[in-house]
């Protein structure tokens, strides 16, 4: 089994920038393709990063790309999600999620793991 803690949620005002991190316990996630999802209320949770297991292959969400840049450091075990020029319509939960395969994808249904999600607010 695999733990998966999420921190670095806050209220930022728009066009500011934090950092989330995600911190794997159970075991090692040096294998598993890691991935970032945001869930907004009355909506869908949907993709916004994710990141091979090697950290050769990343992919982003349109709305993401350019503003966001996924991480990690396999010898802490712990994932990172830096958010720049943020946006009100980024204001969510967002999830880190681990899969089994090295490979990346954009699918919730593909990851096996999930942590409890921390909120990010940002105001106009």
């Known amino acids: 089994q695999v733990q998966l803690v999420e921190s670095g949620g806050g209220l930022v005002q728009a066009g500011g920038s934090l950092r989330l991190s995600c911190a794997a316990s159970?075991?090692?996630?040096?294998?598993?393709?890691m991935g970032w999802f945001r869930q907004a209320p009355g909506k869908e949770r949907e993709f916004v990063a994710t990141?091979?297991?090697?950290?050769?292959?990343?992919d982003y969400a349109d709305s993401v790309k350019g503003r966001f840049s996924v991480s990690r450091d396999n010898t802490r075990n712990t994932v990172y999600l830096q958010m720049n020029s943020l946006k009100p319509e980024d204001t969510a939960v967002y999830y880190c999620?681990?899969?089994?395969?090295?490979?990346?994808?954009?699918?919730?249904?593909?990851?096996?793991?999930w942590g409890q999600g921390t909120q990010v607010t940002v105001s106009s």
């Open positions: 999620a681990a899969r089994y395969h090295s490979g990346i994808s954009t699918s919730t249904t593909a990851y096996n793991y």
């Open positions: 990141i091979s297991w090697s950290s050769t292959i990343t």
């Open positions: 159970g075991r090692t996630i040096s294998t598993y393709a």
